[in-house]
Every structure is written in structure tokens, then in C-alpha cells.
């Protein structure tokens, strides 16, 4: 049984089919990459997961238990987590409390002090020597650590990465995926990333799924959906598609 | 990797608040305070917890109340006809005043989805319904000729140690609040309610609670308030104007800091204890510019200045910008 499983989730605002009818699986200990357009509905499609919206139609179920319908605060104590395209930290707290707030509600799957785990989570994320500062003074590749060291904390099963790897510098994008690697490898977590990075999520991706206008339009192994032809239509047209069968 | 937790209670602290209390507490004693200077700190003390808990909603979680009069109302009327029955002793008439405000708070759960001037603005229609409510509503609060308590000169005295147990009692919750999880979790909503919501904090549940054990302190103080004047009218203990004082005592003494409003309340009192009298007018258009200068130029009231005028007295750089409400 997959860890997570999608069926049929939609999602209209108004007229508009954000996300039309979607599956997805995410087995225990897998990267699944999601890909796709702007506009493609990708976002809309962790918010349903997260709960932070809740879907027109479809279900989500996390071990075999629904999910949908949850508010996102109980969605994230259940083991679904998110991170945000934007940062978002908290401003009037330091990293530490940023990450420690986060661990209070994971206590329920990882035991120990909230604060403890906190600091734990900030080591490993390379966030150590910054615990007392405030976001505001963090790089942005570090606000990104941050980001993800605060969802970290609430001990999550699925982690859903918005973006983590885009915006930053070569270098630091390097360093974010090979963070992104250790928290699969190391921690357990199984992932879900949505990335225009695409080195980033080719290499990190054990299978990748491709929105186009709130549809699935490919799904399968990164090489493979590089090469399909309605996913080079989606990205670069008809003609390319035609002309490089 | 080395990281020193700072102790929920600093010993330090705990030590000078102790102090600060024992000393309040022999004033009246050590110095033979003439009636009036006792009856003067006694209502200080009243508003000092008011501003307090006010500061837990506005401060702490950011959400500031224009209606906090009607928890003071409810509170002060359930423990006036508690007493006017004969039925509990006062301290228990006051701590039921309390219960009730703060079930009453409870009411405001619909308003608390809307955030900053929609939830404020909501805030004050509910206030003043709840005045006109209790106005009309004669059997139990006398209507606009009010409730007369028997007049009992013993506990109004006593009084003075009642107050100050309250202060003490709220002060010290004002700071394990701030310090425990569920203050960091109401800074964590104050400053982003969905990215909260995203680390598992029920923006919902918190709100509820904060604004239910705000609301019953407001209560219990509207009960010794009561206690204290012997006579209670619902025009004035729901009235607008006390509601607006909740926000300015803390924002004279600075919104979110743990202490602050305790110092706005005490400059509150004594402003309007020595202009009513002499200038009724001008006390009114103090206040007001107060309030423009430190919107303006100090977010977090005299503690800002304070700290601020100490860091300079101790050549100290300044520490990484916070928002409103990371300081103390």
C-alpha cells in the first residue's frame, strides 16, 4: 500500500479547474517530483494535500487513513507537512523558537523535549550557529533552511517542497539538494517536490509527474517523462514536439 | 553544538518579582498611607491586571480588542448580584464574576477569524451590543439607574491585598505565557496564521483560549471593581471609553511585552487621576497625542524607550531587528 495516495482530487476556483482529477502515489522512502507549467496547478495541489484548501472533489489518504477534509493544522499532526514557495518564516521569533514551535505538534511521532528536537533539526539543516538570530538577517538560502528545518521538526512522514531548490545560487542549490537527499536517506521522510530546477529534480527524483493546465499528463522515471512527447508539447509547443520525436 | 536554554523562570526574576510584591505588599504599612494614596494604588492595581490580560489578545496574539469593557461589565454585574444575594463570600462572587466573563468571551469565537482592524472593528460592535443588552436588560443590572452594593468600608480596604494578589497572579502568568509553548505558538500566529497553521497550531483553539482567560480576568477585575465603588451602572462598566483604556494602557506601556502594560496602566491612572480633576479637557487630548507620538515614533510603548535608553546607557549595539512583541 502506497504512503500516501491521491484519488481523483479537483480543485475549481470559480470557473477555473486549477486541478482537474488527479491521482498520485507516494510509496514509503520515495522523491516524487511534480513538474509542469506555470499555472499548471501544482501548488493548488499541496495546498489540497496540506489542507490549507480543501479539494472540490477527490480524496487523500495518508496510510490508509483519510486526510481531506482536515484543517491544516491537523493535517500537519497527522504527518503531512509543507513548505512554502515564498519563506515564511516567522519574523519575531529566532530560528530556534521558529523550529521549536514546529516540534511541538510532532511530538506525537518523535519523542523528547519540543526544544531539543528543535535544536536537532536546526543541526542538521545547517542551521546550528544561527539558533539565537532572528530570520530577518539570514541569507535567503538559509531562510530555505530554515524552511525546511521547521517543517522537519513536526517529525513528518511526507514532506511537500514547494520550490526549495529555485532562486538560490548554483552552489547553494547543489548543497539544498543534497540536504533534500539526506532527509529521504537519514531521516525517513518520503518526499513530494515540485521544482523548475530540473538537474535538481532529475537527479533527486525516483519518478516524476507532469501537471499541464490542472491534468496529469505523464508520470514515470525522470528520463522517461523527458522524453515524452506531451510533455515537451506542454513545455515548448507543438512544433518542438513534432520536430524532435 | 552548545545552546544554552534560557530557564522558564530565571531564578533572578523570580526573586525580584517576589520582592516587588512583598514590598506592595507592607506598603500601606511602612508608610502610613493616608486613604486616599491607599484607595489610589488600590484601583491601579485594577487596571494594571485589566491592561495585562488585555495584552495577552492584543499583545501576544496580535489581535486587538475594542471590546474587553463587556467582559469587565459581565464580570463586575455576575459578582455584584452574587453579593447583592448574600450567597458566596466576595472573593468567590469575583472569581464567578470571572467564570462567567470568561464563558461570555467565549461568544466571540466567530469574530475571531477576521485579523487585525476587521477583527478589531468587530470587536467594538460587540461591545456595544453588550452595553445596550445589559442596559436594557433592568432585572439584572438595574437599568440605567445601576446596582448599589452595601457599603462595606472593611473591604474596600482590604481590597488593596486583593488587588494586588490579582496583579501578582497575572503578571506571573503574563510571563510564563510569554515563555512557555503556548507563547510561542501565539507569536507564531500573531505573525503569520497560515504558515501556523502549517506547523500544526490551531489558530482556532488558541484564539478561543486567549481571548476566554483574558476575558475572565477582565471579569474578576469588573468584580472587584464593584467590590470597590459599591455601585455599578452598565453605561459605565460596559462604556466604551473603558474598553479604549485596555488598549491604551497597553499601548502606552507597550503592546506584547510581558510587563509594559503594567507600566501604561500605573501612567493611565495617575494622568487621569491629576488632569480629570483639574482639566477635564486636556486629559483627553493627552492621551491622544500620547497615542499618535508612540504609534509614531516607539511600537513598543516606554518599555522601547526604556530599553532603548538603556542599551545606550550601557554603550550596548543594538540586537538583530524583531518585530513588535519579540522584546520584553
Known amino acids: 500500500m502506497p504512503l500516501l495516495s491521491a484519488r481523483a482530487l479537483s480543485k475549481s476556483f470559480g470557473g477555473l479547474r486549477a486541478l482537474d482529477s488527479v491521482d498520485l502515489e507516494l510509496a514509503e522512502g520515495e522523491i516524487l517530483g511534480v513538474i509542469g507549467p506555470n499555472g499548471a496547478g501544482k501548488t493548488t495541489l499541496f495546498s489540497l494535500i496540506a489542507g490549507s484548501l480543501a479539494p472540490t472533489s477527490g480524496?487523500?489518504?495518508?496510510?490508509?487513513?483519510?486526510?481531506?477534509?482536515?484543517?491544516?493544522?491537523?493535517?500537519v499532526r497527522s504527518g503531512i507537512v509543507r513548505t512554502h514557495q515564498i519563506v515564511r518564516p516567522f519574523p519575531n521569533l529566532t530560528v530556534l523558537e521558529n523550529a521549536t514551535v514546529a516540534a511541538i505538534h510532532g511530538a506525537r511521532r518523535a519523542p523528547g523535549h519540543a526544544r531539543e528536537r528543535a535544536a536537532e533539526v536546526l543541526a542538521f539543516a545547517g542551521l546550528a550557529d544561527r539558533a539565537g538570530h532572528y530570520p530577518g538577517v539570514l541569507t535567503l538560502a538559509g531562510r530555505k533552511r530554515l524552511e525546511l528545518a521547521r517543517a522537519l521538526a513536526t517529525a513528518p512522514r511526507v514532506l511537500l517542497l514547494d520550490e526549495?531548490?529555485?532562486?538560490?545560487?548554483?552552489?547553494?542549490?547543489?548543497?539544498?539538494?543534497?540536504?533534500?537527499?539526506?532527509?529521504?536517506?537519514?531521516?525517513?521522510?518520503?518526499?513530494?517536490?515540485?521544482?523548475?530546477?530540473?538537474?535538481?529534480?532529475?537527479?533527486?527524483?525516483?519518478?516524476?509527474?507532469?501537471?499541464?493546465?490542472?491534468?496529469?499528463?505523464?508520470?514515470?522515471?525522470?528520463?522517461?517523462?523527458?522524453?515524452?512527447p506531451g510533455v515537451v508539447e506542454a513545455y515548448l509547443g507543438r512544433g518542438h514536439a513534432e520536430a524532435n520525436p | 553544538m552548545t545552546l544554552r536554554w534560557p530557564a522558564?523562570?530565571?531564578?533572578?526574576?523570580a526573586g525580584a518579582f517576589a520582592?516587588?510584591?512583598?514590598?506592595?505588599?507592607?506598603?500601606?504599612?511602612?508608610?502610613?498611607?493616608?486613604?486616599?494614596?491607599?484607595?489610589?494604588?488600590?484601583?491601579?492595581?485594577l487596571m494594571v491586571a485589566g491592561a495585562l490580560a488585555w495584552n495577552w489578545m492584543g499583545g501576544f496574539v496580535g489581535q486587538v480588542s475594542f471590546g474587553h469593557a463587556a467582559m469587565f461589565g459581565v464580570g463586575g454585574f455576575v459578582a455584584a448580584r452574587l453579593l447583592l444575594a448574600g450567597a458566596v463570600p466576595a472573593p468567590i462572587a469575583w472569581l464567578l464574576g470571572g467564570a462567567a466573563a470568561g464563558v461570555f468571551a467565549l461568544g466571540a469565537h466567530p469574530t475571531l477569524r477576521l485579523r487585525g482592524p476587521y477583527f478589531s472593528i468587530a470587536t467594538i460592535g460587540l461591545g456595544e451590543a453588550t452595553r445596550l443588552l445589559f442596559t436594557y436588560w433592568e432585572d439584572f443590572t438595574g437599568g440605567s439607574s445601576g446596582l448599589s452594593l452595601p457599603i462595606d468600608p472593611d473591604l474596600k480596604f482590604r481590597l488593596y491585598w486583593w488587588g494586588l494578589a490579582l496583579v501578582a497572579l497575572v503578571a506571573a502568568a503574563s510571563f510564563l505565557i510569554r515563555r512557555s509553548a503556548l507563547g510561542l505558538q501565539l507569536l507564531a500566529i500573531k505573525a503569520d496564521v497560515d504558515a501556523a497553521a502549517d506547523v500544526g497550531v490551531s489558530a482556532t483553539f488558541h484564539q478561543d483560549l486567549v481571548f476566554a482567560l483574558s476575558g475572565a480576568v477582565v471579569g474578576v477585575t469588573g468584580g472587584l471593581w464593584a467590590s470597590y465603588f459599591s455601585f455599578i451602572e452598565p453605561n459605565d462598566m460596559f462604556g466604551f471609553?473603558?474598553?479604549?483604556?485596555?488598549?491604551?494602557?497597553?499601548?502606552?506601556?507597550?503592546?506584547?511585552?510581558?510587563?509594559?502594560?503594567?507600566?501604561?496602566a500605573v501612567i493611565f491612572v495617575l494622568l487621569r487621576q491629576y488632569l480629570l480633576a483639574s482639566y477635564p479637557q486636556l486629559y483627553l487630548g493627552l492621551?491622544?497625542?500620547?497615542?499618535?507620538?508612540?504609534?509614531?515614533?516607539?511600537?513598543?510603548?516606554?518599555?522601547?524607550?526604556?530599553?532603548?535608553?538603556?542599551?545606550?546607557?550601557?554603550?550596548?549595539?543594538?540586537?538583530?531587528?524583531?518585530a513588535a512583541g519579540g522584546g520584553r
Open chain 1, 59 to 75: 480524496e487523500v489518504f495518508l496510510d490508509g487513513a483519510r486526510v481531506s477534509g482536515l484543517p491544516a493544522h491537523r493535517v
Open chain 1, 164 to 228: 526549495v531548490v529555485a532562486g538560490v545560487n548554483p552552489s547553494e542549490a547543489m548543497a539544498l539538494a543534497a540536504l533534500i537527499r539526506r532527509i529521504r536517506d537519514e531521516r525517513r521522510v518520503s518526499v513530494i517536490m515540485i521544482e523548475h530546477v530540473m538537474p535538481a529534480v532529475m537527479s533527486l527524483s525516483d519518478r516524476v509527474t507532469v501537471l499541464d493546465h490542472g491534468k496529469k499528463i505523464a508520470e514515470g522515471t525522470p528520463s522517461d517523462v523527458v522524453r515524452d
Open chain 2, 8 to 13: 522558564l523562570v530565571p531564578p533572578r526574576a
Open chain 2, 19 to 45: 520582592a516587588a510584591v512583598a514590598a506592595l505588599a507592607a506598603l500601606p504599612a511602612l508608610l502610613d498611607l493616608s486613604a486616599y494614596t491607599h484607595n489610589l494604588v488600590t484601583l491601579t492595581f
Open chain 2, 241 to 264: 471609553d473603558r474598553s479604549i483604556g485596555f488598549v491604551l494602557m497597553a499601548v502606552i506601556g507597550g503592546v506584547g511585552t510581558v510587563l509594559g502594560p503594567a507600566l501604561g
Open chain 2, 287 to 322: 492621551y491622544g497625542t500620547l497615542l499618535v507620538l508612540i504609534i509614531l515614533f516607539e511600537p513598543l510603548g516606554l518599555t522601547g524607550l526604556l530599553l532603548r535608553l538603556w542599551r545606550r546607557a550601557a554603550r550596548r549595539p543594538e540586537p538583530a531587528p524583531a
